[in-house]
């Protein structure tokens, strides 16, 4: 299923996952049809600035807008982001010049607002062996002028493995599942997650599997 973990997908849908989270005529038209209020302010300039900077850094989008980038199966205003941990004074010292609002901590992760904008930004630093491997098997797409980095599909499965085992029984934990499954049946490889977890999460193989048991009965 899915593809060898030498030859990874391309993040075809990466540039209109970043255009959906702007404001645009084409995403208010979809509005106005849907009835849903219009989103507050233009994430745009932000992405802008913010993929500006992330040139010449170790990163790679990771979470709902990497799978976006790869399936195009949901719109998200989360923009997911992990960085080698050299990089963390770097990214504060922009993100306080953007004036954005820390709002959690979660393990190894920081959230904040972009204010006067929807976009909800996490910033993920590969601290564990898991995200270093990941942070290093990337897939390179482009969002207007900028390149940018995705998470390689196998890698990003083993995320989200992770990411279910601790929101398990949660709307967020059903999602992370759902991401699973969409994956694997299109882009990623079950045997290459397997090694993957095998390698870093021993513990989570069994989880792993039973996901994939459940996926083939549903």
Same mark, same amino acid.
Request: aromatic fraction near 6%.
């Given at each position: 299923? #899915?593809?060898?973990?030498?030859? +990874?997908?391309?993040? /075809?849908?990466?540039?209109?996952?970043?255009?959906?989270?702007? @404001?645009?005529?084409?995403? &208010?038209?979809?509005?106005?049809?849907a009835?849903? *209020?219009?989103?507050? #302010?233009?994430a745009? *300039?932000?992405?802008?600035?913010?993929?500006?900077?992330?040139?010449?850094? $170790?990163?790679?989008?990771?979470g709902?807008?990497? %799978?976006?980038?790869?399936?195009?199966?949901?719109?998200?205003?989360?923009?997911? %982001?992990? !960085? /080698?941990?050299?990089?963390? &004074?770097? !990214?504060?010292?922009?993100?306080?010049?953007?004036?954005?609002?820390?709002?959690a901590t979660?393990?190894?992760?920081?959230?904040?607002?972009? *204010? #006067?904008?929807?976009?909800?930004? &996490?910033?993920?630093?590969?601290?564990?062996?898991?995200?270093?491997?990941?942070?290093?098997?990337?897939?390179?797409?482009?969002?207007k002028?900028? @390149?940018?980095? %995705?998470?390689? *599909?196998?890698?990003?499965?083993?995320?989200?493995?992770?990411?279910?085992?601790? =929101?398990?029984?949660?709307?967020? #934990?059903? =999602? /992370?599942?759902?991401?699973?499954?969409?994956?694997?049946?299109?882009?990623?490889?079950?045997?290459?997650?397997?090694?993957?977890l095998?390698?870093?999460? +021993?513990?989570l193989?069994?989880?792993?599997?039973? %996901? $994939?048991?459940?996926?083939?009965?549903?």
């Amino acid at each position: 299923m #899915g593809q060898d973990l030498s030859r +990874p997908s391309r993040p /075809d849908h990466l540039e209109i996952t970043f255009l959906e989270m702007s @404001q645009n005529a084409v995403i &208010d038209l979809a509005d106005r049809v849907a009835e849903r *209020p219009s989103r507050e #302010g233009d994430a745009g *300039p932000f992405l802008e600035r913010f993929a500006a900077f992330l040139q010449g850094k $170790r990163f790679a989008l990771i979470g709902g807008v990497a %799978v976006r980038a790869y399936l195009r199966d949901r719109p998200t205003m989360d923009l997911d %982001v992990m !960085i /080698d941990e050299a990089h963390w &004074d770097a !990214i504060r010292r922009f993100l306080h010049e953007e004036r954005a609002e820390s709002n959690a901590t979660v393990e190894n992760t920081y959230c904040y607002n972009i *204010p #006067g904008t929807e976009l909800l930004l &996490d910033v993920r630093l590969a601290r564990s062996l898991l995200d270093r491997e990941a942070l290093a098997h990337f897939v390179a797409g482009r969002y207007k002028r900028w @390149q940018l980095r %995705v998470v390689q *599909p196998n890698h990003l499965v083993a995320m989200k493995v992770k990411a279910y085992a601790d =929101r398990k029984g949660t709307r967020k #934990g059903r =999602r /992370d599942r759902d991401d699973i499954l969409d994956l694997l049946a299109d882009r990623a490889s079950a045997d290459a997650v397997r090694q993957i977890l095998l390698t870093h999460r +021993p513990d989570l193989v069994e989880l792993f599997d039973q %996901v $994939r048991r459940e996926g083939d009965t549903a």
